[in-house]
């Protein structure tokens, strides 16, 4: 069996990417900004309810393509582009799959979840924005949303972060995740599309090759990805 990726490995996984692409250790990450500087071809577009996305590559690794579902919220989408990143970066034995949430979840999704929660929230980052007031006795709504804002991560992801870094408190994570985080957001004046789906049909990378068409003709689903891996490989 594969032992599970610590959360330092991580951490250091998620400091060395952002290194590779010229981020420093602590800044929010703009992903797509991310994707097109690594190359990775992304297509936004509807996938069935439980899935997240799906990643691949050529076999020479040359060329690197991620689907995400824009049914997602865009918070939970930047997510998912950090878990794909590491099966692309750092998967020992990359299977293809689609990353979804209904499955009991195999150790390579949960590694894949604990990179794409450090390299989005890194913990240096996180705790420069938090008052010191605060770190001592409990972060307020205030901050957490803040934070959400900052890092444009789902609320869900940055309770758990926080929780992970114990920064909250377990008694209070049920009773926080349960906020009508858009009703707050909006309240405390806040942009909401970080808690909305969209980016339908949004197309990132410049191939202008046989790849862009294929995503563009819808000829790459869930079901036809292995069919694009080998037309792409095949093709070149
Ligand atoms: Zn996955």
Request: no cysteine; net charge positive.
């Given at each position: 069996m594969t032992k599970r990726l610590l959360k330092e490995q991580a951490a250091n996984l998620a400091l060395r990417l952002r290194i590779d692409a010229g981020l420093n250790e602590n800044e929010p990450i703009h992903m797509?900004?991310?994707?097109?500087?690594l190359g990775v071809l992304t297509r936004y577009r509807p996938l069935?309810?439980?899935?997240y996305g799906l990643s691949l590559q050529t076999s020479d690794k040359r060329h690197k393509f991620m689907l995400i579902n824009s049914n997602?919220?865009?918070g939970r989408q930047h997510f998912t582009a950090a878990h794909e990143l590491f099966h692309l970066y750092f998967d020992a034995s990359p299977t293809p799959h689609v990353c979804r949430s209904d499955v009991e979840k195999p150790q390579s999704e949960r590694d894949a979840d604990t990179f794409a929660s450090c390299l989005l929230m890194p913990a240096q980052g996180i705790l420069g924005e938090v008052p010191q007031t605060e770190l001592k006795t409990a972060i307020s709504v205030a901050t957490l949303l803040r934070l959400?804002?900052?890092?444009?991560?789902?609320?869900?992801?940055?309770?758990?972060?926080?929780?992970s870094l114990s920064l909250i408190a377990e008694s209070d994570v049920a009773k926080l995740l349960n906020l009508a985080i858009i009703d707050v957001a909006r309240a405390n004046g806040y942009d909401v599309s970080l808690y909305k789906s969209g980016n339908e049909n949004v197309t990132l990378g410049d191939f202008g090759s046989n790849a862009r068409k294929l995503f563009e003709q819808e000829k790459i689903s869930e079901g036809h990805y292995f069919e694009l891996l080998n037309q792409i490989s095949g093709g070149e």
């Open positions: 797509k900004g991310l994707l097109l500087k069935s309810e439980t899935a997602s919220t865009r959400e804002q900052l890092f444009a991560v789902s609320h869900e992801a940055m309770v758990y972060r926080l929780r």
